[in-house]
């Protein structure tokens, strides 16, 4: 009888392998990736980026909704090419970066659309110390071999987020009306990335 739930056992086991080894990791290429973003100020529009991010994700090629992922961005590396204005960005009016010093996200569910490679990830999303749950549009642009031998992925997304529902409150009125900054913030992600061995 112990013989047999031995074997029975490792026979469980065994067959469970292949459910792990389904998933491989990703991690973020940053120096072929980016994270960008675009807010209104006044009459026009305001690029920027963040330029440390790091992150993995963990590809079910057989079935893409157990694939998940995970994305974290240094907040102090806003950049948005004026030094005085991304100063204001990392103080307490904005990304309070002494205090916040990260923004992450962490996906819960991936789940294929109707449009081919694309797919809902919802997951949380931290940023300025408020996590709320958001389901993000991304985009797998394929697999790849590199001229060294490396396997790549590709991933893009984009999205609008209020930046008022995570605290980030600042603004000031114009006195012909309206305000200095719009609460949408345009976010486009570009990732390419690069499995582990």
Known sequence: MKQFRS????TLFLATLPLFAASEPFRIDRQHSSAEFKIRHMVGNVSGRF???AGVVNADRGNPAASSVEFTIQAASIDTSTPDRDKDLRS???FDVDRYPTI???STKVAPTKAKDTYDVTGD???HGVTK???LPVAFL???KDP???ERAGFELNTTLDRKDYGVVWNKALDQGGFVLGDDVKISINLETIKKK
Do not use: A, C, E, M
Request: aromatic fraction near 20%; avoid cysteine.
């Open 142 to 144: 394929g697999f790849v």
């Open 133 to 135: 749950r958001v389901t």
């Open 125 to 127: 999303l931290t940023i």
């Open 51 to 53: 330029t440390d991010f």
């Open 92 to 94: 307490s009016n904005f």
């Open 7 to 10: 074997i029975l056992v490792s």
């Open 148 to 150: 060294w031998g490396n």
């Open 104 to 106: 992450t996200f962490k």
